[in-house]
DNA sequence: AACCCGGGGTT
DNA sequence: AACCCAGGGTT
């Protein structure tokens, strides 16, 4: 054997003990993660943090993610207390993290786990893999990290690692499977979900999207990505399709004595489900700006804001001309069609970002 | 397989 | 302004 040769085709057990060792030494510090020194000492990961946390990680990032993980196990600190919250709570405790369906399904997976598990998280990827919010890499993560599981967990950071240390040049999508197999081989029996962790924290400090720092890599000596130059190149994807550009109106309704301003909800599914809105048009790329006010949701001295509101969502750009009216004794108003938010306890609403930034143009 | 879902960060 | 990142559900 010549070991002291960089060898491209490393067995999977040396490449899984090289890497756990650098784990070992650098592991993030994370409000849900116990690490390898904790672990030790017999501390066991709780599946119901595991679980929270990975939900909120869904296309979210750590950073964004912390302060919200703090409220939400500080105010419901196991997944009975979130099973007994009221779903508009849980709404607005979510409100700014974006996809909405996730706090929605968090909560059904909620309700399943302490209404038919007893308040206990199956712990097999299978039976995971069955409840709401949960898919194929969240039920390998739980299964392995909470319950020490042999899972192939596979996710953004994952599939850039891989298709790198293996020179996968097939593009995404397609590689999918073929990377989970590679992950699949190279998780070890002993501590999969230590080893799951490290691969991704790879991926998100050294085997970064762009400019990858492989200098400091434990597997730089034997990734095929690396020796041939093309690390940064890798994964291939499919080519992305350019966003539209929709258009729309908003009306903020202030009380003069009050400051209070009318809301109402959006339907339960689809874009921002089941959250709050000022009343407001339809948004689409047609949208004619001069008829704006023909959307106002009822008679009002409507006076047009400077400037428009942009936001961009996953599929589209939206630009939103802002209208406000000062009214008083606007108790008809039916709570059928929305309620009168008072001004001081405003920001505590299930307000979607672009609605926040509505609510600026309008009020200051 | 294709499409529907936010928000934040970097360049 | 343009680009980048990142899973689950639905159809």
């Known amino acids: 054997m010549q070991q002291t040769m960089a060898d491209p085709h490393q067995s999977p057990s040396l490449l899984s003990s090289s890497l756990l060792e650098?784990?070992?030494?650098?592991?993030?510090?994370?409000?849900?993660?116990?690490?390898?020194?904790?672990?030790?000492?017999?501390?066991?990961?709780?599946?119901?943090?595991?679980?929270?946390?990975?939900?909120?990680?869904?296309?979210?990032?750590?950073?964004?993610?912390?302060?919200?993980?703090?409220?939400?196990?500080?105010?419901?600190?196991?997944?009975?207390?979130?099973?007994?919250?009221?779903?508009?709570?849980?709404?607005?405790?979510?409100?700014?993290?974006?996809?909405?369906?996730?706090?929605?399904?968090?909560?059904?997976?909620?309700?399943?786990?302490?209404?038919a598990y007893g308040g206990e998280f199956p712990d097999t990827e299978n039976a995971l893999l069955k409840l709401p919010g949960i898919g194929p890499y969240t039920a390998a993560a739980i299964a392995t990290i909470a319950f020490d599981r042999h899972a192939a967990v596979v996710d953004g950071n994952v599939e850039r690692v891989l298709s790198r240390l293996k020179l996968i040049e097939t593009p995404l999508p397609v590689a999918k499977p073929e990377i989970k197999a590679v992950m699949a081989d190279l998780t070890p029996e002993a501590r999969p979900g230590d080893f799951?962790?490290?691969?991704?924290?790879?991926?998100?400090?050294?085997?970064?999207?762009?400019?990858?720092?492989?200098?400091?890599?434990?597997?730089?000596?034997?990734c095929e990505g690396h020796r041939a130059g093309l690390a940064e190149t890798l994964p291939r994807k499919a080519p992305k399709t350019k966003k539209p550009t929709r258009h729309g109106a908003a009306f903020v309704a202030v009380d003069a004595a009050s400051g209070a301003v009318f809301l109402r909800r959006r339907p339960p599914e689809g874009l921002l489900g089941g959250m709050t809105e000022v009343p407001g048009s339809v948004w689409?790329?047609?949208?004619?700006?001069?008829?704006?006010?023909?959307?106002?949701?009822?008679?009002?001295?409507?006076?047009?804001?400077?400037?428009?509101?942009?936001?961009?969502?996953?599929?589209?750009h939206l630009k939103l001309?802002?209208?406000?009216?000062?009214?008083?004794?606007?108790?008809?108003?039916?709570?059928?069609?929305?309620?009168?938010?008072?001004?001081?306890?405003?920001?505590?609403?299930?307000?979607?970002?672009?609605?926040?930034?509505?609510?600026?143009?309008?009020?200051?």
């Open 196 to 222: 799951a962790q490290a691969v991704m924290d790879l991926g998100a400090t050294i085997c970064t999207p762009k400019k990858p720092a492989c200098v400091l890599c434990p597997w730089r000596e034997t």
């Open 22 to 115: 650098w784990y070992d030494r650098h592991a993030r510090t994370l409000p849900w993660r116990v690490g390898p020194e904790n672990r030790r000492l017999g501390e066991v990961p709780d599946p119901y943090r595991i679980w929270l946390s990975e939900v909120m990680l869904q296309q979210t990032t750590v950073a964004a993610v912390k302060s919200y993980f703090e409220v939400f196990t500080r105010t419901w600190p196991t997944v009975k207390d979130l099973a007994a919250a009221d779903e508009e709570d849980v709404m607005k405790a979510w409100a700014g993290l974006g996809y909405y369906s996730r706090a929605r399904n968090l909560k059904k997976c909620a309700d399943l786990v302490a209404s």
């Open 284 to 316: 689409s790329e047609d949208f004619d700006t001069g008829t704006s006010l023909a959307h106002a949701p009822f008679a009002a001295d409507w006076q047009k804001r400077t400037g428009e509101v942009k936001h961009t969502f996953t599929h589209f």
């Open 321 to 364: 001309t802002v209208f406000r009216a000062e009214m008083s004794g606007n108790d008809q108003l039916g709570t059928d069609t929305g309620w009168w938010s008072a001004a001081d306890t405003l920001s505590e609403e299930a307000l979607p970002t672009v609605m926040r930034k509505v609510l600026t143009a309008a009020l200051d």
